[in-house]
């Protein structure tokens, strides 16, 4: 199974800032990585597919970026409502990996 | 727009069977573009796929709990469902049902609100 390694675990921000999440794929995986936000008590939501492409509706602050193996998501001017955990996940092969979240607090 | 809606027991005795049903509307389980799956999210952890079903029926699992799990489709009901016997302690989960596309986005794109299983006796 390929392996997803996100970094960090968790981080404390302030609004307005920007942040980075880091997802590092144990093989190859051209640009098959999605990225999910989850809050408490709710179901992940679909954020980025294909490593950079943004699902209907997400806001323009958030960007994702990169191919091979180290592929990152940024929240640019972060908002009160993007406190929560990030997961990033690859579609490259079978079975479909999650990295194990990134946590975005408040600082 | 697809909505996802899990249900079934939310307490099941040690070394039964888990049952649980997603019923979908808003879209055709039949439409033919989507892998229909379930996922899982240990508490407090990160979320674990454990399988999904095309409308042929034909299904896909995590190798690790291939052996007590079984996913089947109804379309005719607009559903699919997991069946994961022999429980322990360990299925305790919330577990989600979701729509992976398989033409656009290969990303789990719709899920349902999730169920939380705890496994007791």
């Known amino acids: 199974d390929i392996q997803m390694t996100q970094s960090p675990s968790s981080l404390s921000a302030s609004l307005g800032d920007r942040v980075t999440i880091t997802c590092r794929a144990s093989q190859s995986i051209s640009s098959y990585v999605n990225w999910y936000q989850q809050k408490p008590g709710k179901a992940p939501k679909f954020l980025i597919y294909a490593a950079s492409n943004m699902q209907t509706g997400v806001p323009s602050r958030f960007s994702g970026s990169g191919s091979g193996t180290d592929f990152t998501l940024t929240i640019n001017g972060l908002q009160p409502e993007d406190f929560a955990t990030y997961y990033c996940q690859q579609s490259y092969d079978t079975p479909p990996t999650f990295g194990q979240g990134t946590k975005v607090d408040i600082k | 727009q697809v909505q996802l809606q899990e249900s079934g027991p939310g307490l099941v005795k040690p070394s039964q069977t888990l049952s649980l049903t997603c019923t979908v509307s808003?879209?055709?389980?039949?439409?033919?573009?989507?892998?229909w799956t379930w996922i899982r999210q240990h508490p407090g952890k990160g979320l674990e796929w454990l399988g999904y079903?095309?409308?042929?029926?034909?299904?896909y699992y995590n190798a690790s709990l291939q052996s007590r799990l079984t996913i089947s489709v109804d379309t005719s009901n607009n559903e699919f469902s997991l069946d994961l016997r022999s429980v322990t302690a360990a299925d305790t989960a919330i577990y989600y049902c979701a729509r992976l596309a398989t033409v656009t986005t290969q990303g789990f794109d719709s899920w349902g609100q999730g169920t939380l299983v705890t496994v007791s006796s």
């Open positions: 808003g879209d055709s389980i039949s439409s033919g573009t989507y892998y």
């Open positions: 079903i095309y409308h042929s029926g034909s299904a």
